[in-house]
């Protein structure tokens, strides 16, 4: 058991105005409700921060292979939403057309998987953000799972 008092000074008589509360079992649920809910506030900021980070992906869901892009400014700094589109041609002929496309996350990052292994001639992921744009071309039957450093901005 937990004693406190609050001192409030003398009444009229001399003796001590004040309350005297004391902290029980009954009052220890609430304390630690008090407790979880400023521990849940804390840990989930912390949660929500990792999420914003999470690299965006776009799945084609044709194939094992994957391209990852970091896209960049020309001073270095990480592009948001600067946009990856690639067409992908299969089938017969190269007859069906897919195209995917993903924006970048605040770190400048975004991933492409779901690509086949095999494809006809190269990939080319047109990478654009306002009026700059860049061509990577990518093959997946050399390299199934690439990464590309991209700067938009050089001339």
Known sequence: MVHF??????GESGEMKGKD???????L????AW??????????????????QEVPVVDGH??????????????????????????????????HKYTLQVGTNSEGKARVAGIPEKTKKPLEF????GQASKTVEFDPALKCSASFE??????
């Open 5 to 10: 008092e609050e001192k409030g000074g003398r």
């Open 21 to 27: 509360r004391t902290v029980t079992k009954e009052h």
């Open 29 to 32: 649920p609430r304390i630690f």
């Open 35 to 52: 407790m979880g809910t400023i521990l849940a506030v804390v840990l989930g900021g912390a949660v929500i921060a990792a999420i914003a």
């Open 62 to 95: 044709l194939g094992p292979c994957s391209a990852t892009f970091t896209v960049t400014g020309s001073e270095k700094k990480p592009i948001y939403d600067a946009k990856i589109e690639v067409v992908i041609r299969y089938g017969f002929m190269s007859l």
């Open 126 to 129: 047109r990478i654009t953000f």
């Open 150 to 155: 991209v700067v938009l901005g050089d001339k």
